[in-house]
């Protein structure tokens, strides 16, 4: 092992390589707990789902008397009514739901005309809410659909009143107790006795414009040749490729293709948008015909950024959830990482996009479904997958023949989908046009550029679940607009539609036995585990231990809670998933105990102000708490230390005692070079100057740095080589190492700008010298770092030419991590974003 006595300032050249991680987790997990929480009880359903995705994220109830004897059991007296044999169900309705139905704001016409739904939320099942209407007895939409007007039934959208539809949910509104929630878990076990398979057309789109306006009809694309789709989907990518979208958000061409779209649909048809949602240059949009709206609801709609730190969105996907009567989908539209060799990033962003989107549920307390939990799941848009292994002609000569068939033999997406890496479970239709990308805009010629693109099928549209015909599956040739085509398919996919009159007796039998159950029993549950021991943690590696939860014969209810003046059941390097459930008798539910230290948790677990020890609480509802021991070891980091506490370390951290790490790591922010201390210290963190040394040597020409992330593969090597000082067999790529240095600005609990300096460099955004004056302030560490940082800046921004990067692009990315709010995890309004960059900005284009 080698390890160097300190940085100087100025760039050195000696022989090291990094590696990075661009975000921590990838992969789908085990088991997801959905829970409908009643008030009294929730019902636990299990999903598959990522255990990742919260700790991602977030970048990972009390203490209660017990059973008493004394109280009276519930008598349930509202589903007496369900013992009626009468025609007409009547249900209550679930609080805050207006029985009447609403005319929607902003109703326009679509096509031949409709509705405008985007922007409003559903509250349950029901309509927006009509404050001077509650409370009603009965939603007019149980009434006999025959007695509902058209405009009524146009006027229903997204989270319509309660219909037929819904009748198998309506049981999971908060108000309903114990006996409500075993009702609703028995009506879905038996949903399949009560409801009948429907088909409905769905058309799916995708088009990568390459940033332009519209300049042609679209219906050639859209509607020309096809039957009117009951659903469309249309998801564009790079809708604007200026500086403004990528790092603001705004752009005036989300209203263009938005108009050319609702243009461009089935003109024999009225259709009403359901919901638009993007992220940059990823848009999609979802219509359905006026006459489905009534059987629209639980739309949601999510974003996943997968470019630089999990940030930027020129690369990530968008979805829409929703339920269709009785079956939940879920589109996606993604644009993945781009050049033939990134086959690994591509796969990377895939997963995280899978791992990362989360929709809310109409009831809060419930966990957030992921895109696996859905029965549909369309997924579409620039997958950016390519031809490899041959060259541009052979490919060229192979499209010309038509013999698809064998150039598919080489295409990246089959090739990893057949080893498992992405999209198991998906299937895509077979692949009869030529590929998609990339032409010259204006016309069909293959790319005459300089870097002449070799042609590939980057365009693409998968699904999965059951009840799903591919009837077509195509590119659009005619339009020349992008360097790209657009590509449609065409599906009939089966929605389970509720028989009112199975459905009348399923609920009757149901409640029928539940007459019979006896509740008078104290439930008991046992664990197949009590103890737990998370040893060597190490920084933003997720830890999961699991145990099972067998329930007795007595239905009951679950729930961590919380400990004696405790915010929360659990530290916050600790989660439960699930941290509360319902369970039938005799079954069973496996908990996972998932551990992830990050920034925020990393420095008072270095300090040992912190350790990782827990002790959990299981209540279970009139029953007994179980008491789960949560133990293990922290080994501390680099990340997530302060910058005075590194330049005082010359050994590598995981070389020093402990006892010296958390003295050095508690020294106030202010210490200076007073010889007080264990050795001289460094000028800039050892660990800061690995990586920009090497970044320097290696990168300064790199096109696209700071910008692409690199492979979270690389990651944990990245860490523990930083860690243990062990750098002279480093290698990593440009991309993994500049992300690295991004990661490690971002774990440092004081920022490099302090917080205390924050507003001040704001208020002088705009004036050079005063900026220079406040930077002058700060502890002789953190302004050690700042200027070095600035320096290196200004050698790449030398190399313009090749790397592409410019003051604006460094002063964005570097502002919000060289200058954050204090004020906890609030993000900058615009304002201040602006303000961030203009700071950096000057430093990047003045002497120093």
Known sequence: MSHRTGPKSGFSHSSMRLSLFASPFYGQGSDVTVQLDTGELSLVFQLPFGSQTRMFLHEVARACPGFDSATRDPEFLWLSRYRCAELELEMPTP?????????????????GGGSNFDGLRPNGKGVPMDQSSRGQDKPESLQPRQNKSKSEIIDMVRSSTITVSDKAHILSMQKFGLRDTIVKSHLLQKEEDYTYIQNFRFFVGTYNVNGQSPKECLRLWLSNGIQAPDVYCVGFQELDLSKEAFFFHDTPKEEEWFKAVSEGLHPDVKYAKVKLIRLVGIMLLLYVKQEHAAYISEVEAETVGTGIMGRMGNKGGVAIRFQFHNTSICVVNSHLAAHI??????????????????????DPSLPPLTISNHDVILWLGDLNYRIEELDVEKVKKLIEEKDFQVLYAYDQLKIQVAAKTVFEGFTEGELTFQPTYKYDTGSDDWDTSEKCRAPAWCDRILWKGKNITQLSYQSHMALKTSDHKPVSSVFDIGVRVVNDE?????????????????????????????????QNVKYMQLKVESFTIHNGQVPCHFEFINKPDEESYCKQWLNANPSRGFLLPDSDVEIELELFVNKTTATKLN????????????????????????????????????????????????????????????????????GSQLESPMEIPKELWMMVDYLYRNAVQQEDLFQQPGLRSEFEHIRDCLDTGMIDNLSASNHSVAEALLLFLESLPEPV??????????????????????????????????????????ELLKNSAKNHLDENILASIFGSLLLRNPAGH???DMTEKKKAQEFIHQFLCNPL
């Not at 609080?95 to 096509?111: D, E, K, M, Q």
């Open 95 to 111: 609080r805050g739901c207006n029985s009447a139905l609403v005319t929607w704001p902003g109703y326009t016409t679509i096509g």
């Open 341 to 362: 060799e990134e086959y690994e990033r591509r796969n990377q962003d895939y997963k995280d996009i899978c791992s990362r989107m989360q929709f809310c549920q109409p």
């Open 502 to 534: 199975l459905y009348r007796k399923t609920l009757e039998e149901i409640v029928r036995s539940l007459d019979k159950m006896e509740n008078a029993n104290i439930p008991s549950v046992s664990l197949s585990k009590r103890e737990f021991c998370f």
């Open 607 to 674: 300090s040992g102000e912190d350790k990782i020890e827990d002790i959990l609480v299981l209540h279970l509802d009139r029953g007994k708490d179980y008491f789960l021991s949560v133990s293990g070891n922290y080994l501390p980091s680099c990340f997530g230390s302060p910058i005075h506490t590194l330049c005082y370390m010359r050994e590598p951290i995981l070389d020093l005692p402990l006892e010296t790490i958390s003295e050095l790591t508690l020294m106030p922010v202010w210490t200076g070079d007073d």
């Open 753 to 794: 700008i302090c917080y205390s300096t924050y507003h001040n460099c704001l208020e002088c955004s705009g004036n050079y010298t005063a900026s220079k004056q406040v930077i002058s302030t700060l502890p002789i560490f953190h302004k050690n770092v700042f200027h070095y940082l600035m320096a290196f800046l200004r």
């Open 826 to 828: 609030q993000k900058l």
